[in-house]
Nanobody, 111 residues
């Protein structure tokens, strides 16, 4: 079993920044395929940023240049640095490892 715990969400104004963290514990073998997803009200869950095979990072077009995913292999933790936030970034952000999901954390950006 794997446990994923997200932190760092909250309410910010447009243009501000947030940093999300996701700590993985349990039967975690490698965090090289972890990623961040989000679900906006009334929309489907979508990939925001993730690590792919070979260490390649993948970003949604809407966040390229503003968000950065990073990881700490020792701590089994991934991060999502979110800059220049706008109201369209509002949603519940989820961390994913293999087929395990975190509980989600709310990010709200006011205009």
């Amino acid at each position: 079993q794997v446990q994923l715990v997200e932190s760092g969400g909250g309410l910010v104004q447009a243009g501000e920044s947030l940093r999300l963290s996701c700590a993985a514990s349990g039967r975690v073998f490698s965090i090289t395929s972890m990623g961040w997803y989000r679900q906006a009200p009334g929309k489907q869950r979508e990939l925001v940023a993730g690590f792919m095979t070979g260490g390649v990072t993948n970003y949604a077009d809407s966040v390229k240049g503003r968000f950065t995913i990073s990881r700490d292999n020792v701590k089994n933790t991934i991060y999502l640095q979110m800059n220049s936030l706008n109201p369209e970034d509002t949603g519940v952000y989820y961390c994913k490892y293999s087929y395990f999901w975190g509980q989600g954390i709310q990010v709200t950006v006011s205009s």
